[in-house]
């Protein structure tokens, strides 16, 4: 079991198979020069919170527990889109009383300027959060098969 390390975090109640959808994604969708906004008027956290939705959208989850969603390097979960939105969906099974965590690098493309330090602790973190093509090509892989990158990050 894995308890939150870094400030808040979200903490699974009961335990989720893979696949199991831990929590739906909530928010205001905002564009791009919104996002960038945040970033100029120093809220920066707002900023860093958002969601890349599509190509030229980001969900904002302001107010939403989604909103403390935190970063791995060897994250239980990943972001899906499906036609009602964005999702956080089990990629292995996640305990009760273990911190929910997904790869922020699924959500960054290469068009993303982005980057974080990363503290998660795990033995294999990169140290550094980047976007999508700063990712280990296996590991691109690996979240491609599970279906944690959406489409039209392939594309940006």
């Known amino acids: 079991m894995r308890l939150v390390r870094n400030g808040k975090g979200i903490v699974a ?7 199991t959808t831990v929590l739906r994604i909530r928010g205001k ?4 020069d919104t996002v960038w906004r945040y970033w100029q008027q120093g809220n920066t956290r707002r900023g860093e919170n958002c969601f890349r939705f599509d190509a030229d959208r980001y969900l904002n989850p302001e107010g939403d527990i989604s909103d403390y969603a ?3 390097c060897d994250p ?3 972001i899906v ?4 939105g964005l999702k956080l969906v089990a990629i292995r099974l996640i305990a009760a009383g273990e911190e929910v965590t997904h790869d922020y690098s699924t959500l960054l493309g ?3 300027v982005w980057t974080m330090r ?10 550094i959060v980047g976007n999508l093509l700063t990712l280990p090509p296996a590991l691109l892989r690996r979240y491609r098969r599970l279906g944690i990158v959406p489409s039209f990050m392939l594309s940006i």
Not at 29 to 32: E, K, L
Not at 81 to 84: E, F, N, Q, V
């Open 118 to 127: 990363c503290r998660c602790g795990f033995p294999d973190c990169r140290g």
């Open 13 to 19: 109640l009961r335990s989720f198979r893979p696949g």
């Open 81 to 84: 889109k499906d036609a009602r």
């Open 76 to 78: 239980n979960s990943g």
């Open 70 to 72: 935190n970063h791995a």
């Open 110 to 112: 290469a068009d993303d």
């Open 29 to 32: 969708i905002v564009d791009a």
